[in-house]
């Protein structure tokens, strides 16, 4: 987990952004704050038809920066577990899969939650948190961490929503799941800043390792 490098980022190919968060300025900014990953994780749909110019504009940058540069897609997790990204991209590209939804039964959010954790396209488990209406048992904490950890899926502490909640990161760390960090940066100057969840860092950091010392 390294404060430098930020996996969760938006621009303005999407609708709510600020203007001036162009790949562009991301990636200038991302030097300035000497960054050594970035991730362009924009919010795709189905029926997108901007992402072969966003990815063609990665592309040009990524040739520019000493920055590792990461095209991809936070992709929505839908009632049924899949994912709301077109196939060809869902498979080719990094994607963080997240909860744009309230789905209000605690069935469904955990059946979608674990179909997501199986689907091999998905590389990350965005802003991971139970809806206000139920709450998840430590059992099923770690019932989530081994099923993570079984399909290596990452998940990230997330400094827009500080998520997940501070009482998911041991029993997740100690199924052996891996975390990283995503500013989830909607506008120049919350690109990798992490002062939001320096708590949860942490935590996660010394958890982490006291793991190793016990492997
Ligand atoms: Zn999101
Ligand atoms: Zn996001």
Known sequence: ?????DYHVHSNYNDHSANDLTIQNVVKR????????????????????????????????????????????EAKIL???????????AKNYFIVASFHTNYYKKGIWLNALRKAIENPTVDVIGHIAPEPTFNIEEREIEQLGALLAKHNKVVEINAK??????????????GG?????GSDAHSLNEVGQFSSILD???VARTKGVQRDREM
């Open 1 to 5: 987990m390294n404060l430098f490098e």
């Open 30 to 73: 991302a030097q300035t704050l000497n960054l050594v990953t970035l991730a362009f994780t924009e919010h795709v749909r189905l029926s997108s038809n901007w992402i072969e110019r966003y990815l063609q504009e990665i592309n040009t940058i990524r040739q520019k920066t000493s920055i590792k540069v990461i095209a991809g897609f």
């Open 79 to 89: 009632a049924d577990g899949s994912i709301d990204c077109p196939d060809y991209y």
């Open 161 to 174: 929503y500080r998520l997940p909640p501070l009482n998911w990161i041991n029993p997740l760390i100690d």
């Open 177 to 181: 799941v891996k975390m990283h960090l």
């Open 200 to 202: 949860l860092v942490s």
